[in-house]
């Protein structure tokens, strides 16, 4: 398995600044996601982080916005830029292919992000 | 188009019921099926998940589901529900050779009334 920590694990922002969020996992992983999660709503899939190359983007989100970082096995950041109200969620780090293990996939814990 | 539907926003059950939920799914191809669990103040967890072969899947915590590939569908039940089932229930798809990018339904909310 794979234990995930988030930092931070929640926040308060103003309109207009930047927030970067951190994954870190305790065993080096094959593949790491960020997701996001609105209020009262679902799941929904940003990026696909990839180690020493750009991050790879779903539809409706982009690097300017949403700007990743996976310098190695074992960590990443997502950095939500000049936010607004509406970017108000749950951020959370995915993981799949950890060490021993099979293609399971976990979840960080998330970081709750609040923009005033 | 692809998605994932969950048609019970909200359901409510009595300790000790049965409890059924219904996913639904549209996909090109038979996708991998998830069920995950997000309790207040916790992380998601996996309960179960069917990539091929028996579409009865046994899952942690007593819950069960089963594929049916000609209504499309992934219904989870459990038996007998206990208090601590209450939390919000998410069914996920996701493509066979793309391992990790999860399409998810909105989410059952289940209450467990004594």
């Known amino acids: 398995s794979a234990v995930i920590s988030q930092k931070p694990s929640r926040d308060i922002c103003q309109r207009g600044t930047s927030l970067t969020i951190q994954c870190q996992v305790d065993s080096q992983v094959t593949m790491m996601f960020w997701y996001r999660q609105q209020p009262g709503q679902s799941l929904t899939l940003i990026a696909t982080a990839n180690q020493g190359s750009e991050a790879t983007y779903e539809s409706g989100f982009v690097i300017d916005k949403f700007p990743i970082s996976r310098p190695n096995l074992t960590f990443s950041t997502l950095t939500v830029s000049n936010m607004s109200p509406e970017d108000s969620s749950i951020y959370l780090c995915?993981?799949?292919?950890?060490?021993?293990?099979?293609?399971?996939?976990?979840f960080g814990p998330g970081t709750r992000l609040t923009v005033l | 188009a692809q998605s994932v539907t969950q048609p019970d926003i909200h359901i409510t059950v009595s300790e000790g019921a049965s409890l059924e939920l219904r996913c639904n799914y549209s996909y090109g191809a038979t996708p991998y099926l998830f069920w995950y669990v997000q309790s207040p103040g916790q992380g998601l967890q996996l309960l179960l998940k069917y990539f091929s072969g028996d579409t009865l899947v046994q899952g942690i915590k007593g819950f069960e589901a089963e594929f049916k590939r000609s209504q499309s569908s992934f219904n989870l039940r459990k038996p007998s529900v206990h208090w601590s089932d209450a939390a919000e229930y998410f069914c996920a798809v996701g493509p066979p050779d793309s391992w990790g990018k999860l399409q998810f339904g909105a989410g059952t909310q289940v209450v467990v009334t004594p």
């Open positions: 995915s993981v799949v292919g950890a060490e021993g293990g099979s293609n399971e996939q976990f």
